[in-house]
């Protein structure tokens, strides 16, 4: 049971190129999301997922997509990448309401 | 639009002192709030509140909701080094948006020896 996977762990990228941060987890679980985390600023929510083929947005989603084909999937797509997207990104998931997110380790992204 | 606000931002304590954090929120159809610890990576979960006045303890932490108010408070009675960390606090709304999570900015605590 690995819980909540994050892939890669640290990813440099040129402005413009475009890239996918993968986040899978084998607990069954049917809520997913993806935050950003900036100095100063906390979690900040960019997309959430509350099952497959279920996808609404957050607080900050320009420049991000995410799709949600299965349960275990949840990636996230940077379309033409921007030094302001340099951040760490997390990635949760939770069995539903009532229940607490689990996270990711995290992925380290400088946009140069 | 939900919000949530802690304060302090940031606390440096010494070894033995207790600590409160604060975290007020406003959210529409509120479900719970969450308490999280964040050291190197990942937050790790501490605690959940859904009902006012019922405070939730685990060894020199505990939590407690005023729904009224809006707002949660977490105490750390007894600091340790090994309590340096951030504390993150999260509402979990209804609703429409019962997927969300919306955190606060956080509390850096610093608990020098």
């Known amino acids: ?112 | 639009e939900d919000k949530v606000v802690q304060s302090p931002l940031s606390l440096v304590v010494h070894e033995g002192d207790t600590v409160t954090l604060n975290c007020s929120y406003e959210v529409t159809n509120f479900r719970s709030l969450l308490w999280y610890k964040q050291e190197k990576k990942a937050p790790t979960f501490l605690f959940m509140l859904t009902s006012s006045g019922i405070e939730k303890k685990s060894g020199r932490l505990s939590s407690i909701l005023d729904k009224k108010e809006l707002f949660s408070i977490l105490n750390i009675t007894a600091t340790q080094t090994g309590d340096s960390a951030i504390y993150l606090c999260a509402v979990r709304a209804g609703g429409t948006s019962y997927g969300k999570l919306t955190f606060g900015q956080g509390t850096i605590l610093t608990v020098h020896p």
Not at chain 1, 43 to 64: C, F, K, M, W
Not at chain 1, 69 to 76: I, R, V
Not at chain 1, 95 to 108: A, D, E, K, L
């Open chain 1, 1 to 112: 049971n690995a819980g909540v996977t994050q892939t890669p762990k640290f990813q440099v990228l040129k402005t413009g190129q475009s890239m996918t941060l993968q986040c899978a987890q084998d607990m069954n679980h049917e809520y997913m999301s993806w935050y950003r985390q900036d100095p100063g600023m906390g979690l900040r929510l960019i997309h959430y997922s509350v099952g497959a083929g279920i996808t609404d947005q957050g607080e900050v989603p320009n420049g991000y997509n995410v799709s949600r084909s299965t349960t275990e999937d949840f990636p996230l797509r940077l379309l033409s990448a921007a030094p302001s997207q340099t951040s760490v990104y997390f990635c949760a998931s939770s069995p539903g309401q009532g229940r607490s997110y689990t996270f990711g380790s995290g992925t380290r992204l400088t946009v140069v």
